[in-house]
């Protein structure tokens, strides 16, 4: 398993984690109201759930499944996907943050941190998406 696909998978387990920790808090106050405040985590239960787990898992599957190139690099540009972890990465930080917290405009800097690293994402797994056995559609023949 390549490198970025091992800190994708381990980042979206963190993620996960604390997603299951904020998750757990939010529905033990449903039952039992202890503090005011915990409702402020739905928020980023939410925002760790859906993009630092789920997105981030398949993005690490996708970088490892796909097929690879013939040659040295062959998972593609190596670079723009540690670029694209970085940013997705702080994108989902910044829209768990912002959504404690309740600033808009911090929630909205992170979506579009996640966007920009999925782009990234994008830019290096594109390339390597080919037809089932690897083959174009077959040309018409020439008459």
Known sequence: MPKLSVWLVRAALIHMAAGFLFGSQVLHHKGIPIYAWTWKLLDPHIELMIFGWTMQFVLGMGYWILPRFSGEHRHGATR???CGFALFNAGVTLGALGGWFDANDVVFAG??????G???FVIVLWPRVKPLGGYAAAPRSQV
């Open 111 to 116: 979506r579009v941190l996640l966007l920009t």
């Open 118 to 120: 999925v782009v990234c």
């Open 80 to 82: 723009v996907g540690w």
